[in-house]
């Protein structure tokens, strides 16, 4: 037996569910799906999870962390929403992420994670899943109404995008459509865009030697002064210190 299959066959026994629970999961169209222990190595995953992260399969997944296959600020930023989890032992339900895949591309996903319970009611791990919204169709039909709105700001967040024009792509009035965009995803449409742009600076700051000037001007923000607040208000620390702390240079 692998090292990867004795993990699972390990853990399983702890969880008191089938081993081969993900290969369920590939039944299931764009759906991805995986589980972690404590340590937040990743015991399960099925077919689609592992093709996000250009891995070939469960096996060259198994045993591996979120640090094995996203950039470093990523991947710290998993493990502190999975940790939020496992403390409270309370499930997050369709929380917004933009995840970056093997190639660099980023998509906007919708995941959920659950802790998962040992026999003795104690917390041993996550189980999550994620679907990518441009994909999901008629099985997430609230959040495909809105697909045209998120493909056009991931598209156009470096230019102004004003909310009474995403308001018309989503054939709503301004007011429908900020009611109905927080009640799907939990911010306004103001606090996606904003979430949009400071992904993108994050990732010109670990990618690139460019000014914090020319980022903010290449990531929608008018000036460096707001871009630095808003950007430390989002991330906790300061594009610079950001920079130092992550970049791959």
């Not at 290449?218 to 607040?229: I, V």
Request: with cysteine; proline share 4%; charged share 20%.
């Amino acid at each position: 037996m692998t090292q990867a299959k004795s993990l699972q066959r390990d853990f399983c026994r702890q969880w008191d569910c089938p081993w081969h629970l993900s290969q369920l999961f590939d039944c299931l169209p764009n759906t991805c799906f995986y589980a972690k222990d404590l340590q937040g190595r990743f015991i399960m995953v099925n077919g689609a999870f592992a093709a996000l992260f250009g891995a070939k399969g469960e096996d060259d997944m198994v045993g591996k962390t979120d640090h094995d296959f996203s950039p470093r600020d990523l991947a710290d930023q998993y493990v502190a929403e999975d940790r939020r989890v496992i403390q409270t032992g309370q499930p997050l339900v369709h929380q917004a992420w933009l995840i970056s895949d093997h190639r660099g591309a980023i998509q906007w996903y919708l995941s959920s994670k659950i802790p998962l319970f040992g026999h003795g009611g104690e917390v041993i791990g996550i189980a999550g899943v994620m679907h990518d919204i441009a994909e999901a169709g008629l099985s997430l039909k609230p959040y495909h109404e809105m697909e045209q709105v998120t493909s056009y700001v991931l598209a156009h967040y470096s230019e102004k995008i004003e909310i009474p024009m995403l308001a018309r792509l989503a054939h709503l009035s301004v007011s429908q459509f900020d009611r109905r965009f927080k009640r799907l995803f939990q911010m306004s449409p103001q606090q996606f865009l904003l979430r949009v742009r400071v992904h993108a600076a994050c990732r010109h700051l670990i990618s690139t030697r460019e000014s914090a000037a020319q980022i903010a001007t290449k990531t929608g923000f008018y000036d460096q002064s707001y871009f630095t607040k808003q950007f430390q208000r989002r991330m906790g620390v300061t594009p610079t210190a950001y920079r130092r702390k992550y970049r791959s240079w």
